[in-house]
């Protein structure tokens, strides 16, 4: 246990003591939100009717729809980056006085995977921030809901960051397979447009990305898709659904914490087998 | 049992080549014991076995009587270890360095401080452990290290190259401090070093080349073992030079760079007869007594330091920072 604590403590520490790493966090959420989602935000606008739009869908404000995507953008990055620190430890020699402590591997592992969760669920929280500006309404049950959400998918995300890290030597190398990765799984999570009326073959990509249930998860506590109009959720594209049937949240939860539990697993396998 | 470490038949095969071919030793508790060898020699593989980096191919060993194969966290908790490369997190405070090894080795809360504070006073930086690690120079880095190794306690110090890359006066504080390691604590310590002043220091030396040990011993009876001084002559026709000596005075001539070495039995008494009757002329001479590098050269017919000024040893100066 103090070793996992202690493994952890060092990632968080390290964290909030960069503050170039904190204030830059903040840079990519901001172009998002700012830039692309007010300039798609008239587009989109115009593409519904504009002014004339009729009844519900005139309601339709891609800024707030983009809202909880780029929360779960953030904490995705940051948790999948955070086992960068392995691959940095390995280069500059610390992972060496890790790996010969007679701390057990799995607790290593697990220490960074927590260390990582921890750091993506703040980096998460303060995106927050941006709240004021976007005009959708956050109360404290939504943030305390919000939290362990976080926390679990920031856990599922490092976990597959740790296993990747494990594998590779350079960080360049990591962060080109990290990039890779990242932007596929993004565009196919629905956290920058709607998933509606998409080609077969991309559904079938959107429903086998963890991050799809990820973000709907987010979205379905920030935007509260069962106090629209339908027509409205269905716009949206709230209502996710495989073979017909709407996924509840607690159904994702379900996936997340499962897909969660089998990266872990495997990271720490992996991790175990890791030359010093 | 009885030997804090137990070394035998130790072998490691890579794929291409064999690096270890066969390890035996034993090392008494307390003893500083030395690996001598050039770059390549195995003694760094020997120390990673050893210490339960890599798995040994073939062959038994243990520390503190752990097996190091079959008790690798009993093993690890017996042993600090000090790298050729640093391994201190940069970005952090050596007092948070030091805290976060005490949590790795499960040092007991209530006594982390007391032991902090006695392992910077050891290497003097009891005033720099608020300092992030980062602004050290590489003896101080160096020495937070050794400090860090000394935290737990360890039965046996593992140092491998500990004072690769640093200056002279660098080297001997280093030393300084390992010295007074052993007499405070009487802490086992087995370094590894291609510099044959270091060895000097040692109890024991073990001379590793091409992956085997070809002598173990006390530094002063390797040398006796070597014979009688040492003569290095230089003339103007060494390879003449070399044939005349082995004629007149049947001893074994060694050409290392520009100087022709060889062993007599009364070095002053044979150099006044030396100078008179040798026909070659003579450019220098010089008698002394033999060192480890002769004890290396004789057992092996090379020079040690000839493989020591390597590339990869040039890039560890240059990334050490200047001295």
């Known amino acids: 246990m103090e070793a996992i604590y202690a493994i952890w403590q060092r990632d968080v520490l390290k964290f909030f003591r960069d503050k170039a790493r904190l204030i830059g966090s903040f840079a990519m959420p901001f172009m998002f939100l700012i830039l692309f989602g007010s300039g798609m935000s008239g587009a989109i606008g115009s593409m519904m009717g504009g002014e004339a739009a009729s009844g519900p869908l005139s309601d339709f404000n891609f800024v707030e729809f983009m809202f909880p995507g780029i929360i779960g953008m953030t904490v995705f990055n940051t948790a999948i980056f955070s086992a960068l620190s392995v691959v940095q430890d390995r280069e500059f020699g610390y992972l060496r006085e890790i790996l010969v402590s007679p701390m057990s591997r799995t607790s290593i592992a697990i220490g960074k995977v927590l260390g990582g969760s921890t750091v993506a669920l703040f980096q998460g929280l303060m995106m927050l921030v941006f709240v004021p500006f976007i005009g959708v309404t956050i109360t404290i049950p939504i943030i305390l809901k919000l939290i362990p959400v976080m926390f679990l998918v920031a856990f599922a995300i490092s976990s597959i960051g740790l296993l990747i890290a494990t594998s590779l030597k350079t960080s360049q190398g990591f962060q080109m397979v990290i990039q890779v990765l990242i932007f596929p799984m993004l565009f196919l999570s629905g956290a920058l447009f709607p998933l509606s009326g998409m080609p077969a073959w991309m559904d079938f990509l959107v429903k086998i990305n963890p991050l799809t249930y990820s973000v709907d998860m987010f979205k379905k506590i920030i935007l509260q898709p069962e106090q629209m109009e339908p027509a409205l959720r269905e716009a949206m594209g709230l209502n996710l659904s495989i073979f017909n049937h709407v996924i509840t949240f607690s159904e994702e939860i379900l996936v997340v914490a499962v897909l969660s539990i089998i990266f872990v697993l495997f990271a720490t396998i992996r991790f175990n087998r890791a030359e010093a | ?323």
Not at chain 2, 88 to 113: I, M, Q, S
Not at chain 2, 121 to 129: G, H, P, Q, S
Not at chain 2, 263 to 287: A, H, R, Y
């Open chain 2, 1 to 323: 049992m009885g030997h804090i470490v137990e070394v035998s038949g130790l072998k490691k095969r890579y794929k291409k080549f064999e690096a270890v071919t066969g390890v035996d030793l034993q090392v008494e508790e307390g003893e500083i014991f030395g690996f001598l060898g050039p770059n390549g020699a195995g003694k760094s593989t020997t120390i990673n076995m050893l210490s339960t980096i890599i798995k040994p191919s073939e062959g038994k060993a243990s520390i503190n009587g752990y097996d190091i194969v079959e008790e690798k966290n009993k093993v690890r908790a017996s042993i600090g270890l000090i790298f050729q490369e640093s391994t201190l997190d940069e970005k952090l405070t050596a007092n948070e360095n030091l805290l976060l090894h005490c949590k790795f080795y499960g040092v007991a809360k209530d006594k982390r401080k007391e032991r902090i504070q006695e392992v910077l006073e050891i290497v003097d930086l009891t005033d720099k452990r608020a300092n992030i690690v980062e602004t050290f120079s590489g003896g101080m880095k160096r020495r937070l290290e050794i400090a860090r190794g000394l935290l737990h306690y360890p039965r046996v110090l593992f140092l491998d190259e500990p004072t690769v890359g640093l200056d002279p006066q660098t080297r001997n504080h280093i030393w300084e401090y390992i010295l007074r390691l052993k007499k405070k604590a009487g802490i086992t310590i087995f370094l590894t070093t291609h510099y044959m002043d270091e060895a000097e220091i040692c109890d024991r030396v073990a001379v590793m080349d091409q992956g085997k040990l070809i002598a173990l011993d006390t530094p002063d009876q390797l040398k006796t073992n070597v014979g009688g001084d040492i003569i290095e002559v230089e003339t103007e026709n060494n390879q003449a030079a070399e044939a005349l000596l082995e004629e007149m005075y049947s001893v074994e001539v060694t050409a290392a760079g520009q100087a022709l070495t060889f062993q007599v039995d009364k070095g002053s008494e044979f150099l006044v007869k030396f100078v008179k009757e040798f026909d070659i002329p003579i450019c220098t001479v010089n008698l002394r007594r033999p060192t480890l590098n002769d004890v290396f050269l004789t057992l092996t017919g090379r020079e040690i330091r000839e493989e020591t000024v390597s590339g990869k040893d040039k890039m560890k100066h240059l990334k050490r920072g200047p001295h």
